[in-house]
């Protein structure tokens, strides 16, 4: 069994996502190997904190170090036949939210934040894992592996960047507040300068007319910046990367409305907007 694969299989475990020969695989291999037995106890540990079941603490800091280093060895691997599209998406998804809960009064300041921001992760992360089993039901009908492949790749390195800015000591952060038009929506930016990247969580979005999405504004005095169009989960919520191929210093970001395929000019109204520090 490659290490990958090993680690996709011990995630969905920890999940309760196997059932039949791989789950009587994982078991065996949990009772003759002890450092199988000890990740599969740290994933465990992290599943519980992605529902909250599990008193708010600290994570050991070599936790987080093996979480981050199984997330970046995330890898397709289509020699399996269970849902491996999934349980790849889950393990990378597991490290992520971890992150967000450990670290999370850090970012978050207050409980009461901290556990609708995990659930906000939690839902995308459930939407990509749908989402992600209809391509792997796809690719059985069409044949069209490099497609999913693609696809998939494309899904994890973004769940991986978000680890990455997540996890960065020096990344900024600011909250953004909701207008009249966002109905009291919330959300937060951070941004790592370290890895010219960030990340846009948000909750409790308007719905969304027919025909449109939402857009991500980055602005500097007089210039706007796209920094990407979005549909949020059915409750609202959000996870957007943000990763720009210049150099660009915003003094504020916002959420706006926008045809699908994003505008030309930042529209209104703004939903969320937020000034970075």
């Known amino acids: 069994m490659r290490p990958e694969e090993r680690e996709e299989l011990l995630a969905a475990y920890a999940l309760d996502a196997l059932s039949g020969p791989e789950a009587d695989e994982v078991e065996a291999l949990v009772a003759a190997d002890a450092e199988a037995a000890e990740q599969l106890a740290a994933y465990r540990e992290i599943a519980d904190l992605i529902g909250l079941e599990a008193p708010l603490r600290r994570t050991d800091p070599a936790l987080r170090d093996r979480m981050l280093q199984s997330a970046q060895r995330m890898r397709p691997t289509p020699t399996r036949r269970f849902p491996v599209l999934r349980v790849a998406a889950i393990a990378a998804s597991l490290a992520v939210v971890a992150i967000a809960v450990s670290w999370g009064v850090r970012l978050q300041g207050t409980i009461d934040t901290l556990q609708e921001e995990s659930a906000s992760l939690a839902a995308t992360i459930a939407a990509d894992a749908q989402r992600l089993d209809a391509i792997e039901t796809e690719r059985v009908g069409s044949g069209g592996d490099e497609a999913v492949r693609n696809e998939l790749q494309t899904t994890l390195e973004a769940h991986q960047r978000i680890i990455a800015i997540l996890a960065d000591p020096n990344v900024q952060e600011a909250p953004l507040e909701s207008t009249t038009a966002g109905r009291g929506a919330k959300g937060r930016y951070l941004w790592s300068a370290d890895l010219g990247a960030g990340v846009v969580i948000a909750q409790q979005l308007p719905p969304l007319p027919i025909g449109t999405v939402y857009e991500l504004w980055l602005i500097e005095g007089f210039d706007e910046v796209s920094g990407g169009t979005f549909v949020p ?20 970001v916002a959420i706006t409305p926008a045809p699908v395929g994003g505008s030309d000019a930042m529209p209104t109204p703004i939903v969320l907007s937020g000034w970075v520090p």
């Not at 989960?233 to 504020?252: K, R, W, Y």
């Open 233 to 252: 989960t059915p409750d609202g919520d959000a996870q957007v990367l943000i990763e720009l191929d210049f150099e660009f210093n915003p003094f504020s």
